[in-house]
C-alpha cells in the first residue's frame, strides 16, 4: 500500500458505515474532511472505543515507538508480524478504524512515470481499515507522540497487478468487533489474517498524475482517466 489515501466525507458518513449505535465523542468536527490527497503526518479521524463509547479524534498517520531511531514513523504495518514483533508491542493491544473513501497506488506501465490508480468499494461505501496507534484515552490526552499505522496484508486477484499489499479492510461487523476493547488480542490477530475483505469487493481506475503533487488538493483528483476495473479485472464501465 502506498502512502497516500483520501478521507473526504464526513465523520457522521464514516460512523453509519461502522453502524454503531454506541454514544460518540466526537473531537473532530462536524464539517466533511475534504482529505481528497491525504499523505503521511496528516491528521486523520480515527476511531476507537472505550467501554461502550465511540471515540474519533485527528490523529497523525505515522507512529513510532519512542526508543526508534527511524528517520520517519512507518505508516503502516504488516499483518504478519504487527501482533508479535517488538516495533508494535506497546500498540498493538490499542486497535482502531481509520474508514477511508479510498486510497492509491502508483504502478510502472512503461511510461516516464508512475501511472495512479484509486482504489475504492465497488458499493462507494467507506473502507473500514483495520489500525493501531497511540491516541487520546481516558488516561491521557492528546501527546506530541500520538500516531496511528494502517494494517496492510498481501493483495490478491487482479489487486495484485496493482500492489502487492493493500489495507486490511474489515465488514462492519468486524470492524465493530475489532473496536470493541472485550475482543481478546488472539482473536483480533485472526481478524486481521483471515478475514479482511476480499479483492473482489473493490474496483479501481486510472487517475491524472496531478494526484502524485502533496500540494494539490480537490475532487478533481479522484475522477476516473480510465476504464473502470475490478476483482475480476473485468471493465465495469
Not at 478504524?97 to 486510497?103: E, H, Q, T
Not at 498481501?154 to 496493482?162: E, L, P, Q, T
Not at 502487492?164 to 479492510?169: I, S
Not at 488472539?186 to 502524485?212: K, S, Y
Amino acid at each position: 500500500m502506498c502512502g497516500r489515501l483520501s478521507q473526504y466525507r464526513g465523520i457522521h458518513d464514516f460512523v453509519a458505515a461502522l453502524s454503531m449505535p454506541n454514544a460518540l465523542v466526537n473531537t473532530a468536527g462536524e464539517q466533511p474532511f475534504g482529505n481528497y490527497n491525504a499523505t503521511p503526518t496528516t491528521q486523520l479521524a480515527l476511531f476507537h472505543q472505550e467501554g461502550d463509547v465511540l471515540h474519533a479524534d485527528l490523529v497523525r498517520w505515522g507512529w513510532r515507538p519512542h526508543w526508534s531511531k527511524d528517520h520517519a514513523a512507518p505508516i503502516n504495518a504488516r499483518v504478519e508480524n504487527v501482533a508479535h514483533g517488538p516495533y508494535f508491542r506497546a500498540i498493538w493491544p490499542h486497535r482502531a478504524i481509520i474508514a477511508i473513501d479510498n486510497w492509491f497506488e502508483w504502478v510502472y506501465e512503461g511510461g516516464p512515470k508512475k501511472q495512479p490508480y484509486l482504489i475504492r468499494h465497488k458499493d462507494r461505501a467507506p473502507i473500514l481499515c483495520a489500525a493501531i496507534g497511540q491516541y487520546p484515552r481516558y488516561e491521557h490526552g492528546p501527546d506530541e507522540h500520538d500516531g496511528f499505522v494502517i494494517i496492510t496484508a498481501d493483495s490478491a486477484g487482479g489487486m495484485v497487478d496493482i500492489h502487492d499489499r493493500r489495507p486490511v479492510a474489515l465488514s462492519p461487523e468486524l470492524a465493530r468487533e475489532w473496536l470493541d476493547p472485550a475482543t481478546p488480542k488472539e482473536r483480533a490477530e485472526q481478524m486481521a489474517l483471515h478475514q479482511g475483505e476480499p479483492g473482489t469487493a473493490f474496483e479501481w481506475f486510472t487517475v491524472d498524475q496531478a494526484i502524485g503533487n502533496a500540494h494539490n488538493h480537490g475532487a478533481q483528483l479522484i475522477q476516473p482517466t480510465s476504464k473502470i476495473m475490478s476483482g475480476d479485472y473485468k471493465g465495469n464501465g
